[in-house]
């Protein structure tokens, strides 16, 4: 009997220490909004629990307006192979973009994605997508064969790739 109400207070003390973990994260993460692991099969990620990322959203959203950019310009020799031109179409979405691969703009690492000519990308995150979004402070710091498309959004539109 004694082993049995030592367990119960050891779980009960666990649940507490579990439950201030969750009060903690959704404090520091506030609108970005917690990532919940419970939807990831980490074991086909290859990735540990500890590896996924504290926020599910990406803190600049979906946008990359704001804050310095510096990117990898195309060539006109890959514009034309994708049949693109420096200048997006006047009726074309301002969030697409057509100008460059990759990226840094904000202070973190994004790339281009999707169909050639689509103007789509995404931001990039190390751990295949899940873990922490990878930052920079010019376009050659992105990159890296443990990143991905922002991935494991199920509330914010800034994982995946879009425009």
Not at 50 to 56: D, F, G, L, N, S
Not at 71 to 100: G, H, I, R
């Amino acid at each position: 009997m004694k082993f049995n109400t030592s367990l119960l207070l050891l779980a009960a003390q666990f649940s507490g220490i579990l439950a201030i973990a969750v009060s903690s994260r959704a404090e520091e993460c506030g609108d970005l909004g917690v990532m919940d692991i419970s939807s990831i099969d980490l074991a086909s990620a290859g990735i540990e629990a500890e590896e996924v990322r504290a926020c599910e959203a990406h803190p600049m959203g979906d946008s990359r307006v704001r804050g310095e950019q510096d990117w990898e310009p195309l060539t006109e020799e890959q514009l034309t192979a994708n049949n693109q031109t420096l200048t997006p179409k006047p009726d074309e979405d301002s969030s697409c973009y057509y100008k460059a691969g990759s990226g840094c703009s904000g202070g973190y690492c994004w790339k281009a994605c999707g169909t050639a000519g689509d103007g789509k990308w995404c931001w990039l995150a190390y751990k295949g997508g899940y873990g922490d979004w990878q930052k920079c402070s010019k376009y050659t710091d992105c990159g890296g064969v443990t990143t991905g498309c922002g991935a494991g959004c199920l509330t914010s539109g800034s994982c995946g790739c879009s425009c």
